[in-house]
């Protein structure tokens, strides 16, 4: 799919101030794309919900629907001249020891 042609389809996005947000709105402004927001919902757990009954689309991480990727409850879209990407930070408390998981997560 294009990005002119995602600009067209109806969006389910966090809300405003969501770092994600912001950054896709960011990208659509840089393509002069015009953002189809249908609803504005509080967090991702949500907008996956919507997604599975098949409400819209979604700017979501990745990691956060890896398992419905996994079942084929949702699938990606490959959009051909988009990219968006978000930098994260992992903290945690420096007198502290990473466990296993998160020691593999870093």
Request: proline share 2%.
């Amino acid at each position: 799919m294009s990005a002119d042609g995602l600009a067209k389809a109806e969006l389910v996005m966090r809300g405003e101030g969501s770092g994600t947000r912001t950054v896709v709105e960011e990208a659509y402004g840089k393509h002069a794309l015009e953002l189809s927001l249908k609803l504005s919902v509080a967090n991702t757990e949500a907008i996956k919900r919507l997604l599975r009954l098949g409400y819209a689309v979604a700017w979501v991480f990745r990691h956060s629907v890896a398992d419905d990727l996994v079942s084929g409850a949702l699938v990606q879209l490959p959009v051909v001249d988009l990219k968006i990407e978000r930098d994260l930070n992992i903290v945690w408390r420096k007198a502290r020891v990473l466990s296993p998981r998160a020691r593999a997560f870093h």
